[in-house]
């Protein structure tokens, strides 16, 4: 398989993507961020957040170690809407934190020979993606998806 795109699992977890978090404000409905700020000696995840609209001026804090729900099209810190996410393959949601978790979903995706990581990664990102966007019957409208959210962040 000569000139095949090949992709090996990175490890990545998803809590790894979420230290930047491409939002919708809520006030003005443009591109915020929900930002990270470092608190040395902590884990990532634990750092409080600071939410950011720099198209209105809107502002928020959570402290450290504060989220409301992982897994889902919404920041898992203030519970705001992706701006990465868009409707494809019958409904469903296809949805990325900010541009490395897209990267890291395209990387996969667009592959033609998929390696699994080292042994006991079975909770990376990859791992855990759900079937029907890994199935090669949806390939193509996912990318088509995928490429419009890359589109979004121009």
């Given at each position: 398989?000569?000139?095949?795109?090949?992709?090996?699992d990175p490890g990545t977890r998803i809590y790894d993507l979420a230290?930047?978090?491409?939002v919708v404000c809520p006030r003005c409905g443009g591109r915020a961020f929900v930002l990270a700020e470092p608190v040395d000696g902590e884990l990532e995840l634990f750092w409080p957040r600071r939410f950011v609209c720099p198209g209105c001026g809107r502002s928020a804090f959570r402290a450290a170690g504060q989220w409301s729900?992982?897994?889902g099209p919404i920041d898992p810190y203030f519970g705001l809407p992706l701006w990465l996410r868009t409707?494809?393959?019958?409904?469903r949601t296809l949805w990325a934190f900010n541009?490395?978790?897209l990267e890291l979903l395209e990387g996969h995706l667009a592959a033609g020979l998929r390696?699994?990581?080292m042994a006991?990664?079975?909770?990376?990102?990859?791992a855990r993606l759900p079937a029907w966007l890994k199935s090669a019957r949806h390939r193509g409208e996912v990318l088509?998806?995928?490429?419009?959210?890359?589109r979004s962040l121009d």
């Open positions: 398989m000569a000139g095949e795109l090949r992709y090996r230290t930047d978090v491409d729900c992982w897994g409707t494809c393959c019958g409904g541009r490395a978790h390696e699994r990581g006991g990664q079975g909770m990376t990102l990859i088509s998806a995928l490429i419009r959210l890359r």
